[in-house]
């Protein structure tokens, strides 16, 4: 059998707008224990959207939230697509629903929401999750290092990881299969010294002796 799972950098634009969103939801909960947060935030080139229902004694400088969290991602020049000081932030936020408002105030204290979830815990990796999963999530997190610490410092802060692991009949896993890792980058490397670093720094530290000969190594497949 084979396994895989993915993950995305602090700077991918999935990963900036959950955490805008969290950033709201920690800086009103530290205020009011008892708020109610329903926020989604939408971002692009040079716009980031934040809209939803807030229910709370506290107050977010949602902006200045906003441009903290964008900073803190990396992107900070325009160049890279979005610049904390220069991009719009647009809000639009009123008070929940008084129907959802209802289902968490009843007695049995419903969630007043639908929501539907799965998830478990296993011994594949010492964080007792899957180790596709959290071998992508290593290699992210590592991109996400080299980057900040300048070891690579033609790296942007948008990126992506997939790894594909190979488990033997008793469900043990074996090696990797495969593994993708695409980075935003500065126009100046070239592909292939683009492979050679991000190979060299960040793939073969993480995987290790997960790698082999047959291993397939995609960094950037569709160019830059």
Aim: include cysteine.
């Amino acid at each position: 059998m084979i396994f895989t799972s993915e993950s995305v950098t602090i700077g991918h634009p999935d990963k900036l707008a959950d955490q805008i969103s969290d950033a709201i939801v920690d800086d009103l909960i530290r205020q009011d224990r008892n708020s109610r947060v329903a926020v989604e935030t939408l971002v692009t080139n040079g716009l980031a959207l934040v809209a939803g229902e807030i229910t709370t004694s506290g107050f977010a400088d949602i902006p200045k939230l906003v441009r903290e969290t964008i900073k803190n991602a990396g992107y900070d020049d325009a160049r890279f697509g979005f610049d904390y000081k220069a991009c719009a932030v647009l809000t639009s936020i009123h008070e929940q629903s008084p129907d959802i408002a209802r289902g968490v105030n009843a007695k049995k204290m419903g969630a007043g929401d639908q929501g539907l979830m799965f998830g478990y815990a296993c011994r594949e990796t010492p964080e007792l999750m899957p180790l596709p999963i959290m071998l992508a999530h290593k290699l992210t997190t590592k991109l996400a290092e080299v980057r900040q610490k300048k070891i690579l410092d033609f790296l942007r802060p948008d990126g992506k990881s997939q790894v594909s692991v190979e488990y033997d009949e008793a469900g043990k896993p074996k090696r990797v299969t495969t593994v993708v890792v695409s980075t935003q980058h500065d126009e100046r490397v070239t592909n292939g010294k683009l492979k050679k670093a991000v190979i060299e720094k960040v793939i073969r530290p993480v995987l290790k002796n997960y790698l082999d000969a047959k291993t397939e190594i995609l960094v950037n497949p569709t160019g830059r």
